[in-house]
């Protein structure tokens, strides 16, 4: 019998159409499959059952009758815990954020999916105000690895991570301010898309400003076409939006990558220390690009570390976050939060715009790198996954999570669209990632690339237990 966790987002329509199955079918057993992993890897802040069964009736009843409301009629859908859900508590993992209501309205996100008769199985794990790259939270606790519970299902969209990895829905909506879609889609295993900055609408405005992006984290690249299709499209709330899209990502897939130019940099010029089991999938998965018609030059973006002014921005947006907490509240928040709020409170306007100066530098040396390559590839992360409930690895010297996410929050400094898929695993056999980075507005290069590999076999994940 066909397991209905295991089914893309594509492939439940296309059953929906031809009466396999129904929405209901696949609903109860997301939620079936969420209310058992729950007490392992707690990924749900919330789960939505009843509202979920009585969304997924009703797109039943329009299947029933030929006319689905939208291209993700009856599909199951988890939003993270940062992003407005009308009609439940958006604590962004917080105990400072109070649960009182009213709680009205929807991202836009959110909103596009509702409107295409998507069903919203609950509300996914974060950081607080999403901050680091892992998923532990004073509200919430830690969230675990699908994989290895014992490891960190990474952060900040982590709960979406681990949801879409063990079934329980097969599309999640997540935020990505530094690698945060990125990063947890590599440490369990599955595709994750940040795409350029605007094209998913953001509302209310992150108080990290515009480094934070809305995005896909799915099964596979044609899942994220589809879902990218329902919510790339302009919102009236958010004055960066982008326009429309001429055409669809989704039709965009079958080009391929016959003829595009890839850089391939393993390293970013030697200055990242990449362990050598990711090093050897992500240069097999590469090889395996230029078996397809890419072509591959192993070369490297002219830039260093822009960590400095990453941090300057970061930490001044939580500041912002925390301002309007009284002392009380703030008394509440993770420590390690708390620590960076400080730091970015004695930055000066000056010093906030330094870090501007280095940003548009980067985006300038960036634009031009594209002039001559297509698509960058690089690891999506140094590293695979570490013991949960620690922002960086023990024994590793580093003091904040930026020190092993060296290939995700450049391109966010860029608002460049990236992308990872999985390439294979280490020893204890935990998932490794491939990073896949374009031009900005060229989405469609991203997700033609990791659907190719998907269609050719590359990605290797293990199905967690």
Same mark, same amino acid.
């Given at each position: ?14 059953? +929906?159409?031809?009466? *396999? ?33 009585? /969304? ?5 009843? /329009?299947?029933?009758?030929? $006319? ?32 009182? &209501?009213?709680?009205? =309205? ?34 919430? &606790? ?14 900040? !969209? ?7 990895? /063990? ?9 990505? &301010? ?28 992150? @108080? ?14 044609? *899942?994220?076409?589809? %879902?990218? *299709? ?24 079958? $080009? ?8 391939? !940099?393993? !390293? ?18 590469? =090889? ?9 030059? $192993? ?22 976050? @925390? ?23 004695? +930055?000066?306007?000056? =010093? ?7 940003? %548009?530098?980067?985006?300038?040396? %960036?634009? /031009?790198?594209?002039?001559? +390559? ?12 570490? =013991? ?37 695993? *280490? ?29 050719? &076999?590359?990605?290797? !994940?293990?199905?967690?237990?």
């Amino acid at each position: 019998m066909t397991d209905l966790t295991e089914l893309t987002a594509v492939r439940l329509v296309d059953g +929906y159409r031809k009466g *396999d199955f129904s929405p209901v079918e696949v609903t109860r057993a997301a939620l079936e499959r969420a209310e058992r992993i729950q007490p392992e890897l707690n990924a749900f802040v919330r789960l939505t059952g009843e509202e979920a069964l009585d /969304r997924a009736r009703r797109s039943e009843e /329009r299947w029933r009758r030929g $006319e689905p409301d939208g291209r993700l009629d009856g599909v199951p859908v988890t939003v993270k815990d940062i992003l407005p859900m009308r009609g439940h508590p958006t604590l962004r993992g917080s105990r400072a954020v109070s649960p009182d &209501g009213p709680w009205d =309205e929807d991202a836009p996100s959110v909103a596009r999916l509702r409107e295409h008769g998507a069903v919203f199985l609950g509300k996914t794990t974060t950081p607080e105000y999403g901050w680091k790259g892992v998923t532990d939270s004073p509200l919430s &606790g830690v969230t675990r690895n699908p994989h290895d519970p014992s490891r960190t299902a990474g952060g900040s !969209s982590g709960g979406a991570g681990a949801a879409v990895a /063990r079934g329980a829905g097969p599309l999640a909506l997540g935020t990505d &301010g530094g690698g945060s879609v990125r990063i947890p889609a590599s440490f369990c295993g599955i595709f994750g898309l940040k795409p350029t900055y605007g094209r998913v609408p953001l509302y209310p405005a992150s @108080a990290f400003g515009t480094l934070a992006h809305v995005g896909p984290m799915t099964r596979d690249a044609a *899942d994220a076409a589809l %879902m990218l *299709d329902v919510i790339g499209t302009p919102d009236a709330r958010d004055w960066s939006a982008l326009g429309p899209v001429p055409g669809s990502y989704t039709d965009a897939l079958a $080009e391929g990558v016959r003829g595009l130019r890839v850089a391939y !940099s393993p !390293s970013l010029g030697g200055q990242v220390a990449v362990r050598p089991a990711v090093a050897s999938a992500v240069r097999r998965g590469v =090889e395996r690009l230029a078996e397809l018609g890419a072509y591959v030059t $192993e070369t490297d973006p002219d830039f260093t570390d822009p960590v400095d002014a990453f941090h300057t921005l970061w930490f001044s947006g939580a500041a912002r976050a @925390a301002q309007r907490l009284r002392a009380g509240q703030r008394e509440l928040l993770d420590p390690g939060l708390r620590d960076v709020v400080g730091t970015g409170a004695r +930055y000066s306007a000056l =010093e906030y715009l330094a870090a501007v100066d280095v940003r %548009m530098e980067l985006g300038r040396r %960036m634009g /031009r790198f594209h002039e001559a +390559y297509d698509l960058l590839v690089t690891p999506t992360l140094p590293i695979t996954a570490f =013991e949960a409930g620690a922002e960086v690895p023990k024994g590793s010297g580093l003091r904040r999570w930026t020190g092993w996410t060296p290939f995700t929050y450049p391109f966010n400094l860029t608002q460049q669209p990236a992308a990872t898929v999985p390439v294979g695993t *280490d020893g204890d056999g935990l998932p490794i990632g491939l990073h896949l980075v374009a031009a900005r507005h060229r989405d469609d290069l991203v997700l033609r690339a990791a659907h190719a590999l998907y269609e050719a &076999g590359v990605p290797v !994940s293990p199905t967690p237990a």
